[in-house]
């Protein structure tokens, strides 16, 4: 006697898109007038044991993912996000919630190894690479999606406003002439570390503020409860004999691009985690071109994120 189709689906255990493990009881097989007739009726009725199996628009599967990580289009760092992601997406979700062991299973999925700091992926993904284009194209217009972490190893991808900060059409341009040494320049690797060094040579920030600073730290890494991993690139305290010394937080952005108001109030934050008592100015340093830097001072307005003032400093090196 042939194997009944209907009881062998029903007692195998599968591993679906976005759900970790079914079983489904087997049942007796309905009475049919041949044992070699399959119910079309009963197989239809497993789609109701699997609800949330049901094609997602936008959703991209594993094996798009894993070529994609392949040819190298994705980072490994980006695929495990996206798979992380679109295990769980649904159309009209405003947020995806995940753990440190779905990265692990991501990983194993797509055939790659495991980071060995899972921090980093997700700082990356927050701040240094951003979000893949696969998981950006999934949010409405005027909208887009945000890593956030919830608590020791919880984090979610969540929908928020897709505003920018950038400087204004009528920023004041301060021309400088560039007092950094041309041996100190081609020590600096990178775009951040060339961006940092003209700002401390040059003393943009205690042009733009109008004070004198010290420097407390360079760069700083820190874990914030509800926030997760953050780093930031200074912290300086007002030199000049005030009442209130002020804590001045800066970031580098190298990128021309417009960034989010999450990111420019990573500075606040961590100045007022470590500095509680004290004020405290967030600057934003971006890096327009290879000559113009603009330096951003923000602050909350009725909880909304303002730019204070905004000044493009243009560095004239000495042998322009």
């Known amino acids: 006697m042939k194997t009944n189709p209907i009881q062998k689906i029903n007692t ?3 591993r679906y898109e976005g759900v970790e493990h079914l079983m489904v009881q087997p049942h007796a097989p309905a009475a049919r007038a041949s044992e070699e ?4 009726f009963e197989i239809a009725e497993l789609k109701d044991a699997f609800p949330k199996v049901a094609l997602v628009p936008n959703a991209i599967d594993t094996t798009t993912i894993r070529q994609k990580l392949e040819t190298g289009e994705l980072s490994r760092y980006a695929a495990i996000a996206s798979h992380v992601f679109f295990s769980s997406y649904r159309d009209g979700d405003k947020e995806v919630r995940f753990t440190r062991k779905d990265l692990e299973i991501a990983a194993a999925d797509l055939w790659t190894d495991l980071p060995a700091n899972l921090g980093d992926l997700i700082y990356s993904q927050r701040r240094r690479e951003g979000l ?5 194209s999934t949010a409405p217009d005027r909208f887009d999606w945000q890593l956030e972490t919830t608590g020791r190893g919880r984090y979610r991808f969540v929908l928020v406003s897709d505003a920018r900060i950038t400087f204004t059409d009528d920023c ?3 021309t400088v002439p560039d007092q950094t040494s041309p041996a100190l320049r081609a020590c600096c690797l990178s775009e ?6 003209a700002i401390r040579e040059n003393n943009l920030l205690e042009r733009f503020l109008a004070m004198p600073l010290a420097r407390i730290q360079g760069k700083t890494r820190t874990f914030l409860e509800g926030i997760g991993q953050t780093e930031i690139d200074g912290i300086l305290m007002s030199a000049e004999d005030l009442t209130e010394p002020i804590i001045v937080t800066l970031q580098v952005v190298s990128s021309p691009e417009p960034f989010r108001p999450a990111q420019a109030m990573l500075g606040a934050q961590v100045a007022a985690a470590k500095y509680p008592n004290m004020c405290h100015q967030p600057v934003i340093a971006q890096a327009l071109n290879e000559h113009d830097i603009v330096l951003f001072e923000v602050g909350l307005d009725q909880r909304e994120l303002k730019v204070i003032q905004n000044v493009v400093y243009r560095i004239v090196h000495n042998d322009d």
């Open 132 to 136: 893949s284009d696969l998981i950006r």
């Open 12 to 14: 195998e255990t599968r």
């Open 192 to 197: 951040s570390a060339r961006l940092e060094l």
């Open 172 to 174: 004041r341009i301060v």
């Open 37 to 40: 007739q399959a119910s079309f």
